[in-house]
Nanobody, 123 residues
Framework: QVQLVEFGGGLVQAGGSLRLSCTGS????????LGWFRQAPGKEREFVSA???????YYADSVKGRFIISRDNAKNTVFLQMDSLKPEDTAVYYC?????????????????WGQGTQVTVSS
């Protein structure tokens, strides 16, 4: 059984930083593409960032230059370093894992999802 568990959400002031992590069990991260998505209240889930099996990285335009995705395959963990946070970054953040055969910006690329972690940025 595959499980993804996110850590690191919380409340931060605008301009601050948070580091999210997502650890997987029952899955080999080195064979997986990994992604981060977010969903704000009343909005659809949207792509934030992804990292391919070969560690190519992808970012939504809204977070480019502020967020960095990375992976530690030995620890079966993916990270999202979020700097210069803005109130509009407030959302539940989800990590996801998949085989990477579909464009990584699509939620269809992922078979497994975490339960989400809340990130709240105050102005």
């Amino acid at each position: 059984q595959v499980q993804l568990v996110e850590f690191g959400g919380g409340l931060v002031q605008a301009g601050g930083s948070l580091r999210l992590s997502c650890t997987g069990s029952g899955i080999i991260f080195s064979r997986s593409a990994l992604g981060w998505f977010r969903q704000a209240p009343g909005k659809e889930r949207e792509f934030v960032s992804a990292i391919s099996r070969r560690s190519s990285t992808y970012y939504a335009d809204s977070v480019k230059g502020r967020f960095i995705i990375s992976r530690d395959n030995a620890k079966n963990t993916v990270f999202l370093q979020m700097d210069s946070l803005k109130p509009e970054d407030t959302a539940v953040y989800y990590c996801a894992a998949g085989d990477g055969r579909i464009v990584l910006q699509s939620n269809l690329a992922y078979d497994y999802w975490g339960q989400g972690t809340q990130v709240t940025v105050s102005s």
